[in-house]
């Protein structure tokens, strides 16, 4: 367990920035397709959802027969979590550029963000909502060019030297105004750690990411997942 901690605090810390998204900057912000289901007309009236309405989505809404439980997104910002990645160091060094610009994004911009955990630990899911449609699609592309430019990292946290890939998919999410998928794999010492498969979706002003963080599991999990997320946020909003 202590030989995963580092990979552990690394999923934890990137799930919460919406730093495993993937796919093009480039085709984020010109609005091309990505892997991503346009919405039939443009949001109307996007707010920012505020931290209870944030909470209560993820205490009440049935994420494909799991149910999530909140924790406190501020700790992994500001706590350890955060700090073992800001002394992390990463090769390509950008990549931990991007890593810390995805989780101070909501701070810097006024964003709210609450994480969730399902009860059986085998999911995990963040909704972080900005002021305005600008700064999410900001985080989007933050979160695409995470993974077009940091498809093979090396990394040295907390002593440990772990070596991570990142390959998109076609992520199909209902309901979202663009989404991509992300499959991640992390190796210690040659031997493999942990691997992960994730959904940034955006929707109005919130983004959605959805992980799957078992071994067992796979993408299509992450993607009812963030379909779940994503209606209950257009429902909120």
């Known amino acids: 367990m202590k030989r995963l901690l580092p990979a552990i605090t690394l999923t934890a810390v990137l799930a919460l920035a919406g730093c495993t998204g993937g796919g093009s900057s480039d085709s984020a912000d010109s609005g091309q397709d990505s892997g991503s289901q346009p919405a039939a007309e443009e949001t109307q009236a996007a707010k920012q959802l505020d931290e209870a309405a944030l ?88 979160s695409s060019k995470m993974a077009e430019t940091c498809g093979d990292v090396t990394m040295t946290m907390q002593g440990m030297e772990m070596q991570m890939t990142s390959e998109t998919f076609d992520a199909k999410v209902a309901g979202a105004d663009e989404a991509v998928g992300t499959r991640t794999s992390m190796e210690t010492g040659g031997a493999p750690a942990m691997s992960t498969q994730s959904v940034v979706a955006r929707v109005g002003n919130t983004v959605v990411t959805a992980a799957n963080l078992s071994p067992q599991g796979d993408e299509q999990d992450a993607v009812k997942v963030a379909e779940a997320a994503v209606e209950a946020v257009k429902n909120a909003g």
């Open 55 to 142: 909470t209560n989505i993820i205490e009440t809404t049935d994420f494909d027969g799991k149910t999530f439980k909140p924790m406190d997104a501020s700790a992994v910002s500001s706590g350890e979590a955060a700090k073992a990645l800001e002394q992390a160091e990463f090769e390509p060094a950008e990549c931990k550029d991007l890593a810390m610009a995805g989780l101070n994004a909501a701070q810097a911009s006024a964003g709210t963000t609450v994480v969730g955990v399902a009860s059986d630990n085998t999911m995990s899911v963040g909704l972080s909502s900005f002021p305005d449609e600008k700064a999410t699609t900001d985080q989007f592309s933050t």
